[in-house]
């Protein structure tokens, strides 16, 4: 979702009624009751490595166990027949960003990628 976006959806549901209500984000973790959510403490826009996105701080950290970015994975591969050659495009296996043979780690979300031959 891109910062626009969020406006739009934030503008209408501020003139139907919930511009006093606070704003959570869902936690996929299990719950009992209501899904479990943590509050926003702030947004910000990114700076260095995060230039040109908008972060949003949370109360709670928010911890993906699924793939560790701090452990190097393979970056995926698409093949594009391009006339009588063959391109080969890198992609970032958590957030599909467009990755340089050379790269260590996606600009984007900062997984650390598996560097091999390509």
């Given at each position: 979702?891109?910062?626009?976006?969020?406006?739009?959806?934030i503008?209408?549901?501020?003139?139907?009624?919930?511009?006093?209500?606070?704003?959570?984000?869902?936690?996929s973790?299990?719950?009992?009751?209501?899904?479990?959510?943590t509050g926003i403490t702030?947004?910000?826009?990114?700076?260095?490595?995060e230039?040109g996105?908008?972060?949003?701080?949370?109360?709670?950290?928010?911890?993906s166990?699924?793939?560790?970015?701090d452990n190097?994975?393979?970056p995926?591969?698409?093949?594009y027949?391009?006339?009588t050659?063959?391109?080969?495009?890198?992609?970032?296996?958590?957030?599909?960003?467009?990755?340089r043979?050379?790269?260590?780690?996606?600009?984007?979300c900062g997984?650390?990628?598996?560097?091999?031959?390509?």
């Open positions: 979702m891109i910062l626009s976006e969020l406006k739009k959806q503008d209408f549901l501020c003139e139907t009624g919930h511009g006093d209500n606070p704003v959570l984000v869902t936690l973790e299990s719950s009992v009751g209501s899904r479990a959510a702030g947004i910000h826009s990114g700076f260095d490595w230039r996105q908008i972060r949003i701080s949370t109360d709670k950290k928010i911890i166990y699924e793939k560790d970015r190097a994975i393979e995926r591969r698409e093949d027949d391009i006339g050659r063959v391109r080969h495009l890198l992609l970032c296996p958590k957030c599909e960003n467009h990755l043979k050379d790269d260590n780690y996606c600009g984007n997984q650390r990628i598996r560097r091999e031959r390509w």
